[in-house]
């Protein structure tokens, strides 16, 4: 297994456990110790949206490890969960256990629709159990709480039609005309396959991209700093759908 550099790593990936863990869910199978402090997976949250379910599922393998230099490593044993603040308001958070046992995969499924807006740096504190003495004896160590790296962000609802979230939903490219980086939306109400392709005029396709997408609101991010200025049509198509739109590249 990994050393851990710093016990603050292991915060972020345990990030979404709460007093109340009980959460329906299942580790990853896939999720694959690489010897990073604290393995998570996947490595980055989607973003969220007011007013919009909002559903994922944190794997997490707990690290067995931790130093704090100039002291030698310290076999951790577990880990508990004290508190976790500056959760974006209607997110719920739980785990499919209460305590995170060194060198095992656990689950975390965040649920709820978020009602802010913003971008929301974690503040957490947890308390590693050590091993410590001869025999040795399970020990807690000490309180630790940082803001960590996790970041959620929450944006605001752009122009979906709240009565059709069974229904898969293309929003208008924001903002348009840009002069670099623009963002073409989508809403999906199931774990789908969506691309999205950039065209000129002539209907020559310019750029394309396809990713795996769970239920939700979400974002392609299109960097056409290189484009000319002028307007070109965007494609953005599901398993059994397609939406286009004008996309207008503006003069620097």
Wanted: with cysteine.
């Amino acid at each position: 297994m990994r050393r851990l550099i710093r016990l603050f790593t292991i915060v972020s990936v345990v990030l979404f456990a709460g007093n109340n863990l009980h959460g329906q869910c299942e580790p990853d199978e896939d999720c694959i110790d690489i010897d990073e402090p604290g393995q998570m997976c996947p490595s980055k949250l989607d973003d969220a949206t007011v007013n919009v379910e909002y559903s994922q599922v944190i794997t997490i393998i707990t690290p067995d490890v931790y130093e704090i230099p100039p002291a030698p490593p310290i076999n951790v044993a577990f880990v508990t969960i004290d508190s976790v603040n500056n959760i974006p308001d209607g997110l719920t958070y739980e785990a499919n256990a209460d305590t995170l046992y060194a060198g095992e995969a656990y689950c975390i499924l965040i649920t709820g629709e978020p009602e802010k807006a913003g971008t929301y740096a974690l503040s957490i504190t947890v308390t590693p159990y050590i091993y410590f003495g001869n025999p040795p004896a399970i020990i807690p160590s000490f309180p630790v709480t940082d803001d960590t790296s996790v970041i959620v962000t929450v944006y605001e609802a752009a122009g979906l039609d709240p009565n059709r979230f069974h229904e898969f939903q293309v929003l208008p490219n924001i903002p348009n005309p840009f002069s670099d980086v623009t963002r073409i939306g989508f809403y999906t109400p199931f774990d789908d396959q969506v691309t999205l392709g950039i065209y000129n005029i002539l209907g020559e396709l310019l750029h394309e991209e396809s990713l795996g997408f769970s239920p939700g609101e979400h974002y392609f991010e299109y960097d056409g700093h290189a484009l000319l200025p002028g307007t070109y049509v965007y494609r953005v198509t599901n398993h059994n759908q397609f939406f286009t739109g004008k996309i207008v590249k503006a003069r620097r």
